[in-house]
């Protein structure tokens, strides 16, 4: 039995790990990327529920973990109510775009929402504009391309690279005239600290880490611990074995052990 699992498509829920080990560093933390599945940001619903009820079933009968942070906007608002329909026993935390957060920062009420093209299209994000940030314009921009570059090429990038990456995504909210930028793709919070460099002082970059990973620990006692304190990385699948070297980098930056395909 693990304390936590992570799920995301591939490597951008990792920093949300790393979050939470930082306010618990003696939790045992498994962190599972579908990559057999990646992307799903350019998925119908009905795949991503397909995929999603799979994986989540392989990680309980394995790991059985006292919760489960869903760290994926794409899977969160797609598939969380029937998650939780599907396994009643266990805890699930999701992850949704920081509406509520870029409402409290933004002065001009102009609201940048970067995410996948499912996320972005899902009438979830609508509902917490309508409670959240009302007055609020929110403006939309899906980019797949900056997703698929993150997860297959950031990490072994050189940061001239990841600037080239990024800089569409920054320029089209500046143009836009908004004043904050929601990581609503959790890919995205792996360059946080860079789009927030390229972004200058003109627009706040926001995520949803801090809310999550609290709200996570809460359901967690602390005194029921297990014991070992471990963040082990698992991935459904590579495309070719050279792929593998990748995520050996990836285990050294985030100090986590290999796991192997799930
Ligand atoms: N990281 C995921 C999210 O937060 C999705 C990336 C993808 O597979 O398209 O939405």
């Known amino acids: 039995m693990v304390d936590f699992a992570f799920l995301d498509s591939g490597t951008g829920g990792i920093p949300y790990l790393t979050y939470l080990k930082r306010l618990r560093p003696d939790a045992s933390c498994i962190y599972v990327g579908d990559t057999a599945n990646f992307p799903y940001g350019e998925k119908t619903h009905e795949q991503i529920v397909k995929c999603v009820l799979n994986v989540i079933s392989r990680i309980i009968e394995r790991f059985n973990p006292k919760a489960i942070v869903i760290a994926c906007n794409t899977m969160s608002v797609n598939t969380l109510d029937v998650l939780r329909e599907a396994f009643p026993e266990t805890h699930f935390v999701g992850t949704v775009p920081a509406i509520k957060l870029a409402s409290a920062v933004s002065k001009k009420r102009r609201i940048g929402l970067l ?37 297959k090429k950031s990490f072994t990038a050189t940061e001239e690279e990841c600037i080239k990456a990024v800089t569409p995504a920054v320029d089209f909210f500046k143009k836009s005239d908004c004043d904050v930028m929601i990581l609503g793709c959790t890919h995205f919070t792996n ?20 809310g999550v990973c609290k709200r996570a620990l809460s359901l967690v006692n602390e005194d029921d611990k297990t014991e070992v ?15 593998k070297s990748e995520y050996d980098v990836i285990c050294k930056r985030f100090d986590m052990e290999w796991g192997g395909k799930l």
């Open 191 to 210: 360059l946080a600290e860079l789009i927030q460099k390229v972004s200058g002082d003109q627009m706040k970059i926001v995520d949803s880490r801090e």
């Open 115 to 151: 995410a996948t093209s499912s996320t972005i299209k899902n009438p979830y994000n609508i509902d917490l504009k309508n409670h959240f940030a009302s007055d609020c314009e929110l403006v939309l921009r899906a980019d797949p391309e900056l997703i698929s570059f993150i997860e």
């Open 229 to 243: 304190a471990e963040s082990r990385l698992f991935i459904t699948g590579f495309e070719n074995e050279s792929d």
